[in-house]
């Protein structure tokens, strides 16, 4: 086990390896929209329309099945994150390009992954505030929010500088 995390330490990808291992969670999330057919949702989400919109909530029953929406969720994040994991443990984050080429598609992954998961957690708090039901899309939704967000700081925290960083931290004064 300890070779093989040498061998990792010692045998980073460059940049341009790992723009090609970041673009290829991209262009599944793209893909999964295609398919979908449900792109608009983040631009409303993104632009801010889909919360000032009223939405009819007499009738439960015509309210999109929020299963659905969050085992979409829960299927891109199985795929994604590991992958996204794997990456960053044998790309380079040495310099700040590499840093920052690594950084901005895990920012764009997270937060596809957090538009997915505010439809749904949207719809359920109206649901409670109607009919008093769907506290379980809430508590799930919340749980989805914690899981991007610590995934997204954990992906996105700076290496340590001993192992591969060179300047992306503050350098060190008292060795010079």
Known sequence: METIKKYLRERKLGVVGTAFLMSLPLAFLAWICYKLRDATVFYL???G????????????HDQPELGRAYI???GVA????PYLALVRTICARRTRFEYWTFVIPTALVC?????????PFCVSIKWMQVAGKGLEGVLVGIVG???????F???IWPPK??????????????NL
Request: aromatic share 12%; net charge negative.
């Open 49 to 60: 329309r889909f919360f000032a919109e009223q939405w009819d909530m007499t009738d439960p």
């Open 78 to 81: 199985v795929i994604v994150l």
């Open 153 to 155: 700081l954990w992906a």
């Open 45 to 47: 989400i993104l632009s």
């Open 72 to 74: 979409v969720l829960v």
């Open 145 to 151: 929010y914690i899981v991007i967000l610590g995934f």
């Open 161 to 174: 500088r001993n192992e591969e960083s060179e300047n992306l931290l503050i350098p060190d004064t008292h």
């Open 111 to 119: 937060l596809f992954l957090t538009c997915i998961n505010t439809v």
